[in-house]
């Protein structure tokens, strides 16, 4: 279903973000659905309706996450998402960001033109410091992404996630405000 501009939570040129709704279910499943070899092996968004209403109600529900769909302006079209997980505030003040285009979105920049926008998010009204995300090595799309929105690359994980039958390696890519700042 297309969404308004006005119920953005922020504006770039061709996208917009926004929180994940319960409503989403449909047209999240479908994209996610025609995105599986895009996605496999790398991650398993919720394909089914009960499943999408399990994994909304984590990111709308839980304090330590915030979930974002980047849609097109023009159409409100779903082409992505971003999450912000392992919320901890306090002295560390971090997330960790995990993400996912969808096929007809992909490769078009409208990804990373979504998590500029979440980072923003994230350090403007979110208050967060420090953002990271823990990429497997050969996925090579989701490694530009981090390097293009200038995360910086801080170590090797091995064996840090099991994903799809297997524990997967992992590089560790991270951004500070004042990096976001300085750069």
Request: net charge neutral.
């Amino acid at each position: 279903m297309p969404h308004t501009p006005s119920r953005f939570l922020a504006e770039g040129p061709r996208v917009g973000i926004r929180h994940f709704t319960y409503e989403d279910a449909a047209e999240f499943t479908a994209r996610a659905r025609e995105s599986k070899d895009l996605h496999h092996p790398w991650l398993f968004p919720p394909t089914t309706p009960q499943a999408y209403t399990a994994y909304a109600a984590r990111l709308i529900e839980d304090p330590s996450k915030a979930g974002f769909l980047v849609c097109t302006r023009d159409d409100g079209a779903l082409a992505g998402f971003v999450n912000i997980n392992n919320i901890v505030e306090g002295a560390f003040q971090c997330g960790a960001l995990g993400y996912g285009a969808f096929a007809h979105a992909a490769g078009r920049g409208l990804m990373r033109e979504g998590l500029d926008l979440v980072v923003a998010h994230a350090f403007g009204p979110m208050r967060l410091h420090r953002l990271e995300i823990n990429v497997q090595p050969l996925n090579t799309a989701s490694v530009a992404l981090a390097r293009a929105a200038g995360f910086r690359l801080e170590g090797f994980s091995p064996k840090m996630l099991y994903i799809d039958g297997d524990w997967r390696d992992h590089e560790r890519w991270a951004l500070t405000v004042e990096m976001r700042t300085s750069g």
